[in-house]
């Protein structure tokens, strides 16, 4: 695999690290690849940082509209037995998770 | 006849009539995938009793003399990514293998109010991230013109499913030309609407801010009339916008192209576009010329910096939108987890296919402490030089074109061992999504290999009605083709 031809972040990429704030689980061998993945990507991603935007606002949106509420009102809701239906672990009244304190 | 060689708007027109029922239409149209579908692998789930009971009570309706809606008997396929009560819908991933939703997304449950039959759940790469879906947990789709070749992607399966006739429609998303490429790859017709044009409700979320769900066609009439039935603001999606449905079924026959300004920008017909796909996109534009319309050079200079732009955004938006697949409420479930983290980690690690690890990843970097400025915060400064870019030139012109992709479908496994040549198919797509912009895919001829050519045409915001009636003028110039696959198997 090549490497990046930058000198910046993309050389340094802490994958492990990544990888733990993601949630996910990775084996050595996808680390490595992810680190020459993730290398070469972020050589080419790297072109943007020559760009000058000092005065270029970030765009949050692409269309000037701002977002509505509704009104604070109760609406129709999930039965509980069907909102608990794709979870693989409950007891009918709640989901199961490994127990955390 | 057989039913499934006609368009939508001919379905429906002949649903209405009397002419042709609707139990006819949908157990042609399930005669095609059970013969036909194994080969192509357009679909992942097929809704054969749904869609004939929905057929039943459509005719036994127009038998009553009721009133029917204007998707009546059109047969129609929904790509997976977007959720459909009771119907299995896993986006191509393994994280979602067998989930089977309490709800409808929004625009099915405007397809279903405008009675439309849904029969089918389309393949596709895992989550939408791809171009050519073979990154589908499930199995590799098949493009109908030539079945050594991808059919493009995300919405693979869609493309697939409308160019082969299994579907006389179908429903796909695009969050960096995920339905226009697609669309293009397999002779079809391909809208990304404007962003908030189509609520997303229900449609599984990638990047939120890109995401659109739009129509795969063989016509523009027939994108026309599905964009009108599921477009409209909905409480359900805080981003659609509140202006009502374009009417866009008045898209006449008859379309006046004089007067006409098409921008096409120096960046989109350079070095690295195939040969042939600059010479069917160059005879288009001869044909708008011919009718009246003045072809301008225009430069969209960021155009360049557009794929590094998107691959930021889409996949910081991404890593935090999937942060949802944890193996709790829905999904996959990892055995026997130490403690919560573990949980977590390792559901998503057997979850996920190796593209999405590649995407959170890089998303999660992105947006990770100390690199947020650079490498985030960044690409949403530039995301606004390229929508300036698009806002100077329609100051100029009514609308851009240029090919939709730079080349024409590839042979299978050509690109997936590269990731980043992959990303780099995106280069003229990704630029409408980032300014979120309406565009439009149409088939405008085929290369030496006998592939579909498409041409994008995007328009200012909202002006889907005007994109529409001008792709529907240069449709008509240029004739419409259908792909021949499976054409011996009869109804």
């Not at chain 2, 006739?165 to 796909?172: E, I, K, S, V, Y």
């Not at chain 2, 870019?389 to 997936?416: K, M, Y």
């Not at chain 2, 004739?479 to 011996?488: H, K, L, T």
């Amino acid at each position: 695999m090549d490497e990046p031809t930058s000198t910046s972040a993309a050389t340094a990429i802490d994958v492990a690290h990544v990888a733990r704030l993601a949630r996910l689980a990775l084996s050595p061998d996808e680390l490595a690849r992810l680190q020459a993945d993730l290398g070469r990507i972020l050589g080419y991603v790297d072109e943007l940082r020559a760009l000058d935007t000092a005065d270029v606002p970030a765009m949050s949106h692409p269309l000037p509209f701002s977002s509505p509420y509704r009104p604070d009102e109760a609406g129709a809701a999930l039965p509980r037995e069907t909102a608990l239906a794709g979870a693989a672990a409950n007891d009918g009244e709640a989901f199961i998770v490994p127990k955390v304190v | 006849m057989d039913p499934t060689r006609l368009t939508l708007v001919e379905q429906t027109r002949l649903f209405k009539s009397g002419e042709l029922g609707a139990v006819e239409l949908v157990e042609a149209h399930l005669a095609r995938i059970d013969r036909l579908d194994d080969a192509l692998g357009a679909f992942l789930a097929v809704d054969a009793d749904a869609a004939l009971a929905c057929a039943r009570a459509l005719d036994a309706r127009r038998a009553a003399g009721e009133a029917l809606g204007r998707l009546a008997g059109a047969v129609i396929a929904v790509k997976d990514q977007i959720v459909t009560r009771g119907l299995v819908t896993t986006a191509g991933s393994k994280i979602l293998a067998g989930w089977v939703p309490p709800y409808d997304a929004t625009a099915v449950a405007r397809l279903r109010q405008a009675d439309a039959i849904v029969i089918g759940k389309t393949n596709q790469d895992e989550l939408g991230m791809g171009s050519s879906t073979e990154l589908s947990a499930f199995k590799p789709a098949k493009n109908p013109w030539d079945l050594a070749r991808v059919p493009g992607g995300s919405s693979g399966g869609s493309a697939v499913a409308v160019a082969a006739h299994l579907a006389a429609a179908a429903l796909g998303t695009d969050t960096g030309g995920s339905i226009r490429q697609p669309a293009s790859f397999c002779g079809l017709v391909g809208v990304k609407p404007t962003y908030g044009r189509v609520s997303r409700h229900g449609a599984i979320a990638y990047a939120s801010s890109l995401d659109q769900i739009g129509p795969l066609t063989r016509s523009v009439a027939d994108a026309a009339l599905v964009l009108e039935a599921i477009a409209g603001q909905d409480p359900h999606d805080q981003t659609s916008l509140p202006m009502p449905a374009p009417g866009l079924t008045a898209i006449g026959p008859h379309v006046d192209l004089g007067g006409l300004r098409v921008g096409v920008p120096d960046e989109y017909l350079g070095d690295g576009v195939a040969p042939d796909v600059r010479e069917r996109v160059r005879h288009a534009l001869a044909r708008l010329s011919d009718e009246g319309a003045t072809v301008v050079p225009i430069s969209l200079p960021h155009t360049r910096y557009a794929v590094a732009t998107y691959y930021l955004v889409a996949t910081a938006e991404a890593s935090s939108n999937l942060a949802r697949f944890d193996g709790i409420r829905y999904g996959h479930r990892a055995a026997a987890p130490a403690d919560l983290a573990e949980l977590f980690s390792k559901t998503r690690a057997e979850g996920f296919g190796p593209e999405v690890k590649r995407r959170i990843m890089l998303g999660t970097f992105a947006l990770s402490s100390g690199y947020y400025d650079a490498y985030y915060l960044q690409a949403q400064k530039v995301r606004t030089l390229i929508r300036r870019d698009f806002d100077q030139a329609f100051a100029a012109v009514d609308l851009i074109a240029g090919p939709t992709s730079p080349v024409t479908a590839w042979p299978h496994g050509e690109r997936t061992s590269d990731p980043l040549s992959m990303y780099l198919a995106d280069i003229f797509t990704v630029p409408a999504s980032l300014a979120g912009l309406p565009a439009l895919s149409l088939p405008v001829g085929r290369d030496a290999h006998g592939l579909p050519v498409g041409l994008q045409l995007v328009a200012p915001p909202l002006q889907e009605v005007r994109l529409l009636q001008i792709a529907h003028g240069l449709e008509t110039l240029l004739g419409r083709e259908s792909c021949p696959f499976g054409a011996e198997v009869a109804a």
